[in-house]
C-alpha cells in the first residue's frame, strides 16, 4: 500500500521553476530508497536523483547538477524535487518511485512541459 502519488507538474517557462511532490503511504523506517525518475514520450527512462532511508541524497544526471534539489518532510511521507531554472529538454513525465524491502512501487507520473 505504499502507492506513491506524484504532483506539481504544469507548463512554465524556460528559466522558471517547480516543485514536485511524491506523497505515500508508509513510515521511514520501511522505505529503502526513494527515486524521482523521467520519461520523454516514445523514450527510455532516466534515473534523476534518489535520497535513501538515512537521508543520503545522488544526483544522477549531470544536465541537473545545480539546477535540481531532492528533500524530505518532517512526517517522512512526502519528498519533493525542487526544480529550478528549467530548460526546455527538461520537458519529461516526471515519476517518483519508492523501494521497500527491496521491491518498488511507482507512481503514475506528473507532466513537466517547459517553454521556450
Known amino acids: 500500500q505504499v502507492q506513491p502519488v506524484e504532483s506539481g507538474g504544469g507548463l512554465v517557462q524556460a528559466g522558471g521553476s517547480l516543485r514536485l511532490s511524491c506523497a505515500f503511504s508508509?513510515?521511514?523506517?520501511?522505505?529503502?530508497?526513494t527515486a524521482w525518475h523521467r520519461q520523454v514520450p516514445g523514450k527510455e527512462r532516466d534515473l534523476v536523483a534518489t535520497i535513501t532511508r538515512a537521508g543520503v541524497i545522488t544526483y544522477h544526471l549531470d544536465s541537473i547538477k545545480g539546477r535540481f534539489t531532492v528533500f524530505r518532510n518532517t512526517t517522512d511521507n512526502t519528498v519533493f524535487l525542487q526544480m529550478n531554472n528549467l530548460k526546455i529538454e527538461d520537458t519529461a513525465v516526471y515519476y517518483c518511485s519508492v523501494s521497500k524491502s527491496g521491491l518498488p512501487y511507482w507512481g503514475r507520473g506528473t507532466q513537466v512541459t517547459v517553454s521556450a
Open positions: 508508509a513510515r521511514r523506517e520501511t522505505i529503502d530508497v
